[in-house]
Nanobody, 115 residues
């Protein structure tokens, strides 16, 4: 399975971006889907996660601003990012975990928020 992430770019503080991540195979059997981010020289950190039954978790720093959702019929997981802050600047990676595939990472998409 492959994951294709896109939607990154340059945005001013206070703006919005939506990051879609498309899977090459059906996501109906996928357990967790998530978005992580990594700044240069830093560790990859969890931004948001959605479980198979629709439960969600968010990093404290993005609660109330970001929303993760999954569309199993289209094999896509979305990260809607509103009220972006310069501190959100990072490379964002999508992630899925499925019992047979294991853990799969997508390529990163870069988000830059200017002040």
């Amino acid at each position: 399975v492959q994951l294709q992430a896109c939607g990154g770019g340059l945005v001013q503080a206070g703006g919005s971006l939506r990051l879609p991540c498309a899977a090459s195979r059906s996501m109906y059997t996928v357990n967790d889907m998530a978005w992580y981010r990594q700044v240069s020289g830093g560790q990859r950190e969890l931004v948001a996660r959605v479980t198979r039954d629709g439960g969600t978790d968010y990093a404290d720093s993005v609660k109330g601003r970001f929303t993760i959702s999954r569309d199993n019929s289209k094999n896509i997981v979305y990260l809607q990012m509103n009220s972006l802050e310069p501190e959100d600047t990072a490379v964002y990676y999508c992630y899925v975990h499925q019992d047979t595939w294991g853990i799969v990472w997508g390529q990163g998409t870069e988000v830059t928020v200017s002040s």
